[in-house]
């Protein structure tokens, strides 16, 4: 087992043993004096450490406990996947495999109840195996490296799960049954959900680590257009804090950069069209929610710029307008407002217009400043504030303009390391641009994976710095993509993330939204719009003998066609594939 980077130190384990035997299932480490045991007759969970009947096999972790119909699942980490040290010395793995081991085997349940249970398996599975959940046995992921170099003593007291940042463990809900005892603290793992690369890079003949650390907020989880804007608590849709660390000879640099869904009450709920209206609620607290998030922000990094890049016309005009006056009124002390129309501004190729942008950042990015440690461990400057970016869904524009804020700021991370010279640039030739460009593009399309289904649009001007038709015709492509997958497969999605963080849990007291049938419009309608553009097909394919016949028939079968397409867009919101569990469409309607 190890210690935490020199906090206190709490044990996580990490040679652990896995034991299913009749009547129990238990999870041991080398060197513990206690093990997770479950009873699967009473199904407790306790801590008690006795002598195995069986040999067990290794695995990596425990992700949690998750109660579902027929029996509880214990969730482990069977496999995984070294991505390097985060901090020259803690390893940072991903998870590769995992397995749901149930508690018991309930073969007399009834079927109705062994369809539930697998209903909800197949929306645990889909969220279990998004290719994103890091851990670490010896450094807390769920921080920043400032936020580590800066904690007090009762910090230093805290289990690990409980020192996390609850924004970022995601398994926090699902260790609940396991964390009540004390003595299992070091079986209980964080794991975070997001995008996380450690390259190993040379430049101008020096080497040095290049991190770029991603972290999804749990809050106010969902996919594109299921969750938007922001809830009574100030928690925003898409709300990721990005860690771009930079080390060398002993030296460690760090800048932090986040995004967020535009902090107001709105929606954009899918409804079969291909950009659904953005719908602003007529609420009279838009303005309280605005400040209570910027409060958050304050609080978590210091002074803030908002950078709104939305449209100022068209489906966006209406918000934009809105998040201007609220956000132009400086209603916080250190809370900047900036608008920059990336669409109107870069239109036709003009992404030189990004440099007025920057332009406008550069003299509070020096004064914001970065996180620095010198080789004798000691800190030397600290980050003082963050940009905070948007556009409408917080990914395409927003990860250009990130691109190049961490850009800048690297600039002078490694002016003061000694990798480049003062007034030297990074040069647009070295292999380290490359690097650079491409870990942010994939980073870019990581995030958008995790949000929308599909990788970034305008990846290929991060990662060249030049926008190509090529690109242009990947977005065409990207984007119909997009409009699949949020209409048709993104309610599963949102449900599998709502049972995996704990906004919903399964009751046998009351009856799961998944035992009930869909609406019967979204089963028929379908059906008939397939059968009557088959008939056509059919009566073109083989015509009548007469040509008044024929027009009758097939002038027939368009009008039927057309009628029900009319009725497509009438019950859109019924024919989309809506999340059942949580972020419900009556809920939508109701909000």
Same mark, same amino acid.
């Given at each position: 087992?190890?210690?935490?980077?020199?906090?206190?130190?709490?044990?996580?384990?990490?040679?652990?043993?896995?034991?299913?035997?009749?009547?129990?299932?238990?999870?041991?480490?080398?060197?513990?004096?206690?093990?997770?045991?479950?009873?699967?007759?009473?199904?407790?969970?306790?801590?008690?450490?006795?002598?195995?009947?069986?040999?067990?096999?290794?695995?990596?972790?425990?992700?949690?406990?998750?109660?579902?119909?027929?029996?509880?699942?214990?969730?482990?980490?069977?496999?995984?996947?070294?991505?390097?040290?985060?901090?020259?010395?803690?390893?940072?793995?991903?998870?590769?495999?995992?397995?749901?081991?149930?508690?018991?085997?309930?073969?007399?349940?009834?079927?109705?109840?062994?369809?539930?249970?697998?209903?909800?398996?197949?929306?645990?599975?889909?969220?279990?195996?998004?290719? !994103?959940?890091?851990?670490?046995? +010896? /450094?807390?992921?769920?921080?920043?490296?400032?936020?580590?170099? *800066?904690?007090? $003593?009762? =910090?230093?007291?805290?289990?690990?799960?409980?020192?996390?940042?609850?924004?970022?463990?995601?398994?926090?809900?699902?260790?609940?049954?396991?964390?009540?005892?004390?003595?299992?603290?070091?079986?209980?793992?964080?794991?975070?959900?997001?995008?996380?690369?450690?390259?190993?890079?040379?430049?101008?003949?020096?080497?040095?680590?290049?991190?770029?650390?991603?972290?999804?907020?749990?809050?106010?989880?969902?996919?594109?257009?299921?969750?938007?804007?922001?809830?009574?608590?100030?928690?925003?849709?898409?709300?990721?804090?990005?860690?771009?660390?930079?080390?060398?000879?002993?030296?460690?640099?760090?800048?932090?950069?986040?995004?967020?869904?535009?902090?107001?009450?709105? !929606?954009?709920?899918?409804?079969? +069209? /291909?950009?659904?209206?953005?719908?602003?609620?007529?609420?009279? *607290?838009?303005? $309280?929610? =605005?400040?209570?998030?910027?409060?958050?922000?304050?609080?978590?990094?210091?002074?803030?710029?908002?950078?709104?890049?939305?449209?100022?016309?068209?489906?966006?005009?209406?918000?934009?307008?809105?998040?201007?006056?609220?956000?132009?009124?400086?209603?916080?002390?250190?809370?900047?407002?900036?608008?920059?129309?990336?669409?109107?501004?870069?239109?036709?190729?003009?992404?030189?217009?990004?440099?007025?942008?920057?332009?406008?950042?550069?003299?509070?990015?020096?004064?914001?400043?970065?996180?620095?440690?010198?080789?004798?461990?000691?800190?030397?400057?600290?980050?003082?504030?963050?940009?905070?970016?948007?556009?409408?869904?917080?990914?395409?524009?927003?990860?250009?303009?990130?691109?190049?804020?961490?850009?800048?700021?690297?600039?002078?991370?490694?002016?003061?390391?000694?990798?480049?010279?003062?007034?030297?640039?990074?040069?647009?030739?070295?292999?380290?641009?490359?690097?650079?460009?491409?870990?942010?593009?994939?980073?870019?399309?990581?995030?958008?994976?995790?949000?929308?289904?599909?990788?970034?649009?305008?990846?290929?001007?991060?990662?060249?710095?030049?926008?190509?038709?090529?690109?242009?015709?990947?977005?065409?492509?990207?984007?119909?993509?997009?409009?699949?997958?949020?209409?048709?497969?993104?309610?599963?999605?949102?449900?599998?993330?709502?049972?995996?963080?704990?906004?919903?849990?399964?009751?046998?007291?009351?009856?799961?939204?998944?035992?009930?049938?869909?609406?019967?419009?979204?089963?028929?309608?379908?059906?008939?719009?397939?059968?009557?553009?088959?008939?056509?097909?059919?009566?073109?394919?083989?015509?009548?003998?007469?040509?008044?016949?024929?027009?009758?028939?097939?002038?027939?079968?368009?009008?039927?066609?057309?009628?029900?397409?009319?009725?497509?867009?009438?019950?859109?919101?019924?024919?989309?594939?809506?999340?059942?569990?949580?972020?419900?469409?009556?809920?939508?309607?109701?909000?």
């Amino acid at each position: 087992y190890y210690i935490t980077n020199n906090l206190r130190m709490s044990v996580l384990y990490n040679e652990l043993k896995l034991h299913i035997s009749p009547g129990s299932i238990s999870v041991s480490a080398q060197g513990a004096q206690h093990a997770i045991n479950i009873n699967t007759n009473t199904l407790e969970v306790g801590s008690s450490l006795s002598s195995p009947s069986t040999p067990g096999r290794d695995i990596c972790g425990v992700f949690g406990i998750i109660n579902l119909p027929l029996t509880p699942y214990l969730i482990v980490i069977t496999q995984r996947t070294e991505i390097g040290p985060i901090d020259g010395q803690s390893i940072v793995w991903k998870m590769a495999q995992y397995e749901l081991i149930p508690f018991v085997e309930s073969r007399n349940a009834s079927e109705s109840t062994k369809q539930l249970n697998e209903k909800y398996l197949t929306l645990l599975h889909k969220s279990l195996s998004a290719d !994103s959940f890091y851990f670490s046995y +010896t /450094y807390d992921l769920s921080h920043t490296m400032q936020r580590l170099s *800066n904690v007090d $003593d009762s =910090f230093k007291s805290l289990t690990f799960m409980e020192r996390g940042d609850e924004r970022f463990t995601w398994n926090r809900y699902l260790m609940s049954q396991i964390e009540i005892c004390p003595e299992l603290a070091g079986f209980c793992l964080p794991v975070v959900y997001g995008v996380l690369s450690i390259t190993t890079c040379s430049l101008m003949g020096k080497t040095f680590d290049f991190v770029l650390f991603s972290r999804r907020n749990l809050n106010r989880i969902g996919v594109r257009y299921f969750v938007r804007g922001a809830d009574d608590d100030g928690n925003v849709a898409n709300n990721v804090e990005t860690e771009q660390i930079v080390r060398h000879n002993g030296q460690v640099a760090a800048h932090v950069n986040t995004r967020g869904s535009i902090p107001l009450y709105w !929606s954009q709920r899918s409804n079969i +069209t /291909y950009k659904p209206f953005v719908k602003l609620f007529n609420k009279e *607290n838009q303005k $309280d929610v =605005f400040v209570r998030h910027m409060q958050h922000q304050i609080a978590l990094y210091g002074k803030n710029i908002c950078v709104s890049l939305i449209d100022d016309k068209g489906k966006e005009k209406e918000i934009c307008q809105s998040f201007n006056y609220i956000g132009g009124q400086g209603l916080l002390p250190g809370v900047k407002f900036i608008h920059f129309d990336f669409h109107k501004e870069c239109s036709k190729m003009r992404w030189h217009n990004l440099n007025i942008l920057m332009n406008k950042l550069k003299d509070d990015l020096d004064s914001y400043s970065y996180f620095f440690k010198d080789n004798q461990g000691q800190v030397t400057s600290s980050q003082s504030g963050v940009v905070r970016t948007n556009c409408i869904d917080c990914l395409d524009r927003t990860n250009v303009v990130q691109g190049l804020i961490a850009r800048y700021v690297l600039t002078q991370q490694l002016r003061q390391m000694g990798v480049l010279g003062q007034g030297d640039e990074i040069p647009t030739s070295s292999q380290f641009e490359y690097v650079f460009k491409n870990r942010w593009a994939d980073n870019g399309d990581g995030i958008a994976r995790q949000y929308t289904g599909t990788p970034a649009l305008k990846s290929d001007y991060t990662r060249t710095g030049v926008r190509t038709k090529m690109g242009l015709l990947q977005d065409g492509y990207k984007s119909m993509q997009r409009y699949v997958q949020n209409n048709f497969l993104d309610g599963a999605r949102q449900d599998s993330y709502d049972i995996l963080v704990g906004n919903h849990r399964y009751s046998s007291l009351e009856e799961s939204p998944l035992a009930k049938p869909r609406h019967p419009v979204a089963i028929f309608l379908p059906a008939a719009v397939g059968i009557f553009i088959a008939l056509l097909i059919l009566k073109l394919l083989m015509p009548e003998e007469t040509w008044t016949s024929q027009i009758s028939h097939v002038g027939l079968y368009i009008a039927v066609i057309v009628f029900l397409f009319k009725q497509v867009k009438v019950w859109g919101d019924y024919l989309v594939d809506q999340p059942r569990l949580y972020h419900t469409l009556a809920k939508a309607k109701a909000e």
